[in-house]
């Protein structure tokens, strides 16, 4: 089976960072698994906030301050989700998902096949 559990989450002051983690088991990560982390607020959509590819490649939606950046450490099988300069609309839940579908990685939900249950980031000022 491909199990997933996030961890990191928590409350964290405006203008912090945390850091995520998503350990795996049951596949490797350094296999064809897009792996990504998306965040839920209560009555928004599921969005997408950064991926990570077999390969390496990595993509945040705020890629150009670098708020979220994704990463894997293969030996260990965790993903993390770096996330700084946090602000309150950065609270909700955060989720870490895989997908074996689609081999062009995507923050869009749809693809996604394997999720985990969540970790709570809560932003106060």
């Known amino acids: 089976q491909v199990q997933m559990e996030e961890s990191g989450g928590g409350s964290v002051q405006a203008g912090g960072s945390l850091r995520l983690s998503c350990a795996r088991s049951?596949?490797?990560?350094?296999?064809?698994?897009?792996m990504a982390w998306f965040r839920q607020a209560p009555g928004k959509e599921r969005e997408g906030v950064a991926y990570?590819?077999?390969?390496?490649?990595?993509y945040s939606f705020n890629s150009p301050m670098g708020k979220f950046t994704a990463s894997k450490d293969r030996a260990t099988n965790t993903v993390y989700l770096e996330m700084k300069n946090l602000t309150r609309e950065d609270t909700a839940m955060y989720y870490c998902?895989?997908?074996?579908?689609?081999?062009?990685?995507?923050?869009?939900?749809?693809?996604?096949?394997?999720w985990g249950q969540g970790t709570q980031v809560t932003v106060y000022s």
């Open positions: 998902a895989a997908t074996d579908q689609i081999y062009t990685c995507t923050l869009s939900p749809q693809p996604y096949n394997y």
């Open positions: 049951g596949y490797t990560i350094g296999h064809f698994h897009c």
């Open positions: 990570i590819t077999p390969h390496n490649g990595a």
